[in-house]
């Protein structure tokens, strides 16, 4: 059925509670702040630890995966005066690509089995995906802390189906072992030096500083923010179960409803102009963010963004824009200290 509905990967595990030292590495992450402004990761933890506390009488989950860039796609042209978008921002929100399916699937299993009661999740409930993932066999999660599956990579979105049925998982299902090895690309290549094995601390992660963090962003990281505008796909592109070296493996194919939105010019990097997102208003950020996962961006921090990688790529107009911003009292407080301390940078 997840095939038919067009998912890479599928399988399924026992509702159970995650293994105790994920569930272990998990606090420690919380407990020691690297979660920062994502408090809601701190929220019903116990949930996220145990999945059965989602749906009462609850005896499995299946797992799927949407594919939204492959190894095969060429690499993103960078072009000065243009912030790159991580790549799961490109298309549509994944959110509404994925949940109708998995209400198809709910559906599907319910007219079978009158009596079961399932529930879809893509990142709507407090779940750890990943660790479900890899309990139902759809790779292993790597140093980088994304689920890589040998064959098709980790451009991955994950959902899937807590259900009371009891669903034995089909015999050719995999088991797949860490294959990071000695390998230390992700570590090696992060800017911000984010990341220790299996492990990212968000407060230094661009993906984080740009998606997720509401306040100023630390000067130290301005300049390693480079032309990254909303999100980071560093530590994927580095990694080689992502390299289109790794043919042997055959070609990997996106999902195409995934293909990047119309408002990002596939020859400047599938980006967006900086001197222009300067000066976005309200309604332009809604206009090129409707329907895709950026939407949930304020203005105010899509402007950070833009000035912190306008201010990396500087040139006289842009230095003169920013100037204009930092002197201008009528800025919303975040927008203007931005384009102060990146001018002092
Ligand atoms: S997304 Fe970027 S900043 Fe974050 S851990 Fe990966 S490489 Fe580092
Ligand atoms: S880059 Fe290397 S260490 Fe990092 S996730 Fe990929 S295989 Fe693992």
Redesign the pocket.
Known sequence: MAQDLGFVLAGVCEAAPIRADRAEAFKQWLATGQHGEMGYMAQHTPLRIDARLLLEGAKSIVMVADQYASRNDPPDVQTSGIGRVGRYARADDYHDVMKKRLHAMCDALAAQHPDIASKAFVDTAPVLEREDAVLAGLGWV???T?L?HPRKGSYLFLGGIITTLDITPPKRQKHFED??GT?????DACPTEAITPYKVDATKCISYLTIEHRSLIDPEYHKAIGDWVYGCDI?QE????NSPRSGKFGVTKANAAYSPRETLDASQGNGLDLLAMLDWTESDRREITRRSAMKRAKLDMLRRNAIICAANARTPEIEARLHEIANDETEPTLVRKTAMQALQA
Do not use: Q
């Open positions: 790597g140093k980088h994304l890589i294959h990071c390998c230390t690309r992700c570590i530590c580095v990694c080689p179960h």
